[in-house]
């Protein structure tokens, strides 16, 4: 079955910087787009960013624009989210996400804190 497994969250403090990952298995990864979704408490689901099967096609959650870069390695059936300059509104769980297929990862947590 399509399994999905995100790391890379934890603490870290307001203008810092985190990178998450997403390891895929059970699914032809390179032939899939993917995408991180986030959502902070009291909050609903929103899009980060999105990323086509080749690398192209390449999309931005407005309040995350200039500071998030979504990346993928095929070879390692690996999508990445690199966050920089964290704010404390970015504090959420993160999920990773098979475009146009409900398969979600657990999360992982960022939180963004002094």
């Known amino acids: 079955q399509v399994r999905l497994v995100e790391c890379g969250g934890g603490l870290v403090q307001p203008g810092g910087s985190l990178r998450l990952s997403c390891v895929a298995s059970?699914?032809?990864?390179?032939?899939?787009?993917m995408s991180w979704y986030r959502q902070a408490p009291g909050k609903e689901r929103e899009l980060v960013a999105g990323?086509?099967?080749?690398?192209?096609?390449?999309i931005y959650g407005e309040s995350v624009k200039g500071r998030f870069t979504i990346s993928r390695d095929n070879a390692k059936n690996t999508v990445y989210l690199q966050m920089n300059s964290l704010k404390s509104e970015d504090t959420a769980v993160y999920y990773c996400k098979v475009r146009n297929l409900q398969y979600w990862g657990q999360g992982t947590q960022v939180t963004v804190s002094s």
């Open positions: 059970g699914l032809t990864f390179s032939i899939r787009g």
């Open positions: 990323i086509g099967s080749d690398g192209s096609s390449i």
